[in-house]
């Protein structure tokens, strides 16, 4: 077995980071069998490098290598392109073809962007890495194959199961051993070593001295995200070397040749999302509902005291906040032209039988007696809910809690206690 180093100076693999060595290592020890691999992969991390080294190590390196780039074939040439076509299967389809998987019989197929197949498509590859058979395109035969196929995505699989874009069945049967390439960004280390490499090359390539960079250049190099990894890289290196004539690279020279991408800082991104989308509409309707009932409440206080004293003016000034909070400050004028047009009731005397005046007396104001109903259970459990939220969000505060609830403090606290919180 090649010693992982000595496999990088045959594939031209540069880098000492941990997590390629170990994806290296991966690749040398599967390489004698015949189990399928799938790389996994931001876009330009070299990914197509891993399954030459599975081929070129295993017993089917005799055998030929296809590299299929799955999303660069239309969705309805990609059956014929893989598993072959009868002479008039389709329009254009003038003589029988063979597909890549007859064509590769006992050697190696690397399936590229193997999360852009379609549906059909995996369904097809799926029986031929159960069993080996396939079917072209127009016929009714089935073929069989001894191919080793290793698959590589920058797909995120799971995500793509969850959105019905890729068989769950298929990624297990691709995915029996996963070999991650680390993002450029993750191998810092490796940065300024691809960066010397690609500029030797492209000096030797376009017959020039190479250019080197500053230390506050090799910095930058390093703070940089590198969102294209190893490809973005390369072509920086190709576009300093031919365009610069100061063959000294400093950070503001290198700057011009960096896309901006926007900030680094980090940003608190919320992924769970709720069942329904009018989550919060809800609350805010539980939140109206709220207020309602405490503006409904306010109101039975301030007509049982119209109702028991008489007097507006008094009424007035004893109930004050209680006025201002119903109909703001700018309406005292509107709630004396309101209060002046109510038929105030005379209340009798408490007495003994108190109790049967509402069967005695009959008038239009016996509602009174039920101003203390109760609201039902499911608005209590909402209020007491809406108030534990507002506690949780303001940390227990009851004076921020209150003024976000659009109620009194005093109000909260005898809430607070009522709901014993």
């Given amino acids: 077995m090649e010693s992982v180093q000595a496999i990088k100076q045959r594939f031209g693999i540069i880098g000492n980071d941990p997590k390629l060595n170990r994806a290296i290592e991966k690749a040398i020890q599967v390489a004698a069998t015949d189990i399928s691999v799938l790389v996994t992969g931001e876009s330009g991390v070299g990914k197509e490098s891993i399954p030459k080294i599975i081929h070129q190590l295993s017993h089917r390196k005799h055998g030929k290598y296809i590299a299929v ?10 059956d014929s392109e893989l598993f072959g076509h009868e002479k008039g299967a389709f329009t254009g389809a003038t003589q029988t073809r063979s597909g890549y998987f007859e064509v590769a019989d006992g050697g190696t197929i690397f399936l590229d962007e193997v999360g852009e197949l379609p549906l059909t498509t995996q369904v097809r590859l799926l029986r031929v890495l159960e069993n080996g058979e396939f079917i072209k395109v127009g016929s009714s035969k089935v073929q069989k194959t001894n191919v080793r196929i290793v698959a590589a ?6 995500e793509a199961i969850k959105k019905e874009k890729f068989r769950e069945d298929l990624y297990y049967r691709l995915s029996t051993i996963e070999i991650n390439l680390p993002a450029l960004r993750e191998r810092k280390e490796d940065i300024h070593l691809l960066f010397r490499k690609f500029a030797s090359d492209f000096a030797l390539k376009y017959k020039m001295p190479t250019v080197k960079l500053t230390d506050d250049a090799v910095a930058l190099l390093l ?5 294209g990894n190893i490809r973005q890289l390369r072509n920086v290196a190709e576009q300093v070397s031919v365009l610069e004539h100061n063959r000294t690279i400093n950070a503001v020279t290198l700057q011009n040749y960096l896309p901006n991408t926007g900030s680094n800082l980090p ?5 769970t999302k709720s069942e329904s989308d009018f989550s919060s509409e809800r609350e805010i309707l539980y939140k109206v509902l709220f207020d309602m009932k405490s503006d409904l409440n306010d109101l039975k206080k301030l007509t049982m005291e119209l109702m028991k004293s008489g007097d507006v003016s008094d009424v007035q000034k004893d109930n004050e906040h209680l006025i201002q909070k119903i109909y703001g400050n700018d309406n005292d004028e509107d709630f004396e032209n ?3 047009d109510l038929e105030v009731l005379s209340i009798p005397e408490h007495s003994e039988v108190n109790e049967s005046v509402s069967t005695d007396i009959d008038d239009k104001y016996h509602f009174a007696e039920e101003i ?3 609201e039902t259970l499911s608005l209590q459990d909402k209020e007491l809910e809406l108030i534990k939220k507002s506690l949780e969000r303001h940390n227990g505060k009851r004076k921020l809690a209150a003024a976000e609830l659009g109620i009194s403090e005093r109000t909260l606290y005898r809430k607070i206690k009522q709901y014993d919180l």
């Fill in 153 to 158: 995505t920058n797909v995120n699989m799971f």
């Fill in 267 to 271: 940003a608190v991104i919320n992924n």
């Fill in 372 to 374: 203390e109903e109760e």
């Fill in 338 to 340: 309101t209060v002046e």
């Fill in 223 to 227: 703070k940089y995200r590198w969102n």
């Fill in 69 to 78: 780039n799955c999303g660069a074939i239309p969705e309805g040439t990609i």
